[in-house]
C-alpha cells in the first residue's frame, strides 16, 4: 500500500484495516511525499497513531513547488520507490488516486514486475495533470476499481479489460458509514475553534494546468467573503503541487488577519474533516470531496473554476468562474432554503459506503499468476 498525503490515507484507511485483519494477506505500508514532510504536518505519523506499521519511507518532495522541482520529485520517487520494492517484494502494490507520486510508484512498479491496483481511475479533471497522470497509471495497472460504473467504461475504453475492472464506489464514503462523527460542540471542543454558528468549510488547491497563481483566485474568494459577514470559515491547506506555496502563504494569512473569524488547519484527519464538512453550511473551493463526500453528508457544495471540470457531480454541487461575483452568487444559491433541501436530498453516483470491504475482497482472492500480463481490449464499434 502506497500514500503520500493526508486525505489519500483518509481514503485508504478502512481498505487498509481490513487487509491487515485477515491472515490471507501480509500489509506492507509506503508512506511518502506529504506525509513525511514538516511544512504539511508529518502526517506519517497520524498512520502511526492508528496502530499500522510503516514498512518504508519514500523522500519524493523537493522544498520547491515549480515545474521543475515537481518533475525532480517524480524521479527521486522512482529511485526510492525501485529501493523500496526491492527490499519489500510485494506480490502487487495498491495506489489510489492520481498524484505526481503515484505516477512514480506505479513506473517503478511496471519497470519491476510488479502488479498494480489502482483505486480512483477513470476520472475526469480537466484542469490538472493529474488528468494525465491518472490515465497513465490506468496502463501500467492490472486492477481496477473505480468509483462510478461511468468511471469503469471509461477505463475499458482505455483498452482495459472488463473483467478486471471493478465499481465498487469511492472509499471516501466508507468513512461517512462507519465513523462516529462529532457533534458541533465536540467539534469545536476538538478544533479548538467555536463552529457552533453558521461557518463554511474552505479548501482550495492549485490548478496546475493553468498558468495563473492560485492567490488570485483565492483573492477572489475572499472578496466574496466579505458578503458574508455572519459566517466563519474553516480552511485546510492545499496539496502539494505547482505553485502551492503561493496558496499555503495566501490562506495562511487571511485566518492570520482575521483570527476570530477563520481558522486554519494543515490536517484535520478524516473524523474532524468530515465532522466539518457535515455542520458546515456550504464547502467552498476546489477540492474533490466536495463532489464525493460533501453530497453524501447533504451539504452544498461550490465548486469554483477548473480543477473539478469533468467530473461526475450531484445536484448538490453549483459549479462557479473564480470571480468574486460568480463565487457570491453561488454561495447566495447554496444558502437559500430550497437548494438547502435539495441538498439534502440530492442522490450521488459514488456508492453505498462498502468500496473497501468489496476492494479487500478481491485482493484477498485474485489470482496473481501470470497477471502482470494483459491484452488491451478493443470495443466493437458499430459499422
Known amino acids: 500500500m502506497v500514500t ?58 523537493l522544498s520547491g513547488d515549480t515545474p521543475t522541482a515537481i518533475a525532480k520529485s517524480i524521479g527521486l520517487g522512482c529511485i526510492g520507490f525501485s529501493d523500496a520494492f526491492e527490499r519489500l517484494a510485494p506480490d502487487i502494490i495498491v495506489i489510489l488516486g492520481d498524484r505526481y507520486e503515484i505516477l512514480a510508484a506505479a513506473q517503478a512498479a511496471l519497470v519491476a514486475r510488479i502488479p498494480v491496483a489502482h483505486i480512483h481511475g477513470g476520472e475526469r479533471t ?44 469511492a472509499p471516501g464514503l466508507d468513512n461517512i458509514r462507519r465513523l462516529a462523527l462529532l457533534e458541533r460542540s465536540a467539534l469545536s471542543e476538538s478544533i479548538d475553534f467555536d463552529v457552533t454558528s453558521p461557518y463554511f468549510l474552505l479548501t482550495y488547491h492549485p490548478v496546475t494546468l493553468i498558468e495563473d497563481k492560485p492567490s488570485q483566485a483565492i483573492a477572489e474568494l475572499i472578496a466574496a467573503l466579505d458578503g458574508f459577514p455572519g459566517h466563519k470559515m474553516v480552511i485546510t491547506a492545499p496539496n502539494a503541487d505547482t505553485q502551492a506555496h503561493d496558496a499555503l502563504a495566501t490562506l495562511r494569512a487571511y485566518a492570520q488577519d482575521n483570527p476570530r473569524r477563520v481558522t486554519f488547519a494543515v490536517s ?31 451539504t452544498p457544495t461550490v465548486n469554483m473554476g477548473a480543477r473539478q471540470r469533468g467530473r461526475q457531480r450531484a445536484a448538490s454541487v453549483i ?28 442522490e450521488h ?31 466493437t464499434v458499430a459499422s
Open 4 to 61: 503520500g498525503t493526508r486525505a489519500e490515507y483518509g481514503l485508504l484507511y478502512w481498505l487498509m484495516r481490513e487487509l491487515a485483519k485477515t491472515s490471507e494477506v501480509e500489509l506492507q505500508i509506503i508512506a511518502c511525499a506529504m506525509h513525511l514532510s514538516p511544512e504539511y504536518g508529518e502526517t506519517y505519523k497520524l498512520i502511526e497513531a492508528d496502530g499500522f506499521s510503516i514498512d518504508a519511507k519514500v523522500e519524493t518532495l
Open 126 to 169: 480537466e484542469g490538472l495533470i493529474d488528468e494525465a497522470i491518472r490515465h497513465a497509471v490506468t496502463k501500467m495497472a492490472q486492477l481496477h476499481f473505480t468509483a462510478t460504473e461511468e468511471y469503469r467504461k471509461r477505463v475499458i475504453q482505455l483498452g482495459e479489460g472488463p473483467e478486471r475492472v471493478f465499481a465498487f464506489g
Open 268 to 298: 484535520l484527519g478524516q473524523m474532524r474533516y468530515l465532522s466539518v464538512m457535515k455542520h458546515a453550511d456550504a464547502v467552498l473551493g476546489n477540492s474533490s470531496s466536495g463532489l464525493i463526500e460533501a453530497p453524501a453528508l447533504g
Open 319 to 346: 459549479d462557479c468562474e473564480e470571480t468574486a461575483t460568480d463565487i457570491k452568487a453561488a454561495i447566495d444559491q447554496a444558502l437559500s432554503p430550497e437548494f438547502v433541501a435539495r441538498a439534502e436530498e440530492a
Open 349 to 379: 453516483p459514488f456508492g453505498d459506503g462498502t468500496a473497501s470491504l468489496r476492494i479487500a475482497a478481491v485482493l484477498r482472492d485474485v489470482d496473481l499468476d501470470g497477471i502482470i500480463l494483459k491484452s488491451f481490449h478493443d470495443l
